[in-house]
């Protein structure tokens, strides 16, 4: 049974940081390309950041800079530091975990930035 448990989720003021975490079982992880997507209210799904096996990065425009994807396949975790966080950043932040045709989703963890 394959699991993605998002953890790191808050409350920050904007200009502030936060360390999302991704804990991953029931895959061979270190194939997996793992990403973090967000959601937020009335808006489409849209890609935040991704990290291939091979750690190449990838990153949406509104986040460059700004966000850093990193993996510990040890761990089978996937970390997502959030620094310099602006109101715009509000949303659900979902892990995902996609080779070939397999593609799992975690439950979701709430960032919420304001003042």
């Known amino acids: 049974q394959v699991q993605l448990v998002e953890s790191g989720g808050g409350l920050v003021q904007p200009g502030g940081s936060l360390r999302l975490s991704c804990a991953a079982s029931g895959i061979v992880f270190f194939a997996y390309t793992m990403g973090w997507y967000r959601q937020a209210p009335g808006k489409q799904r849209e890609l935040v950041a991704s990290?291939?096996?091979?750690?190449?990065?990838n990153y949406g425009d509104s986040v460059k800079g700004r966000f850093v994807i990193s993996r510990d396949n040890a761990k089978n975790m996937v970390v997502l530091q959030m620094n310099s966080l602006k109101p715009e950043d509000t949303a659900v932040y979902y892990c995902?975990?996609?080779?070939?045709?397999?593609?799992?989703w975690g439950q979701g963890t709430q960032v919420t930035v304001s003042s």
């Open positions: 990290i291939t096996s091979g750690s190449r990065t």
């Open positions: 995902n975990a996609r080779l070939g045709r397999g593609d799992w």
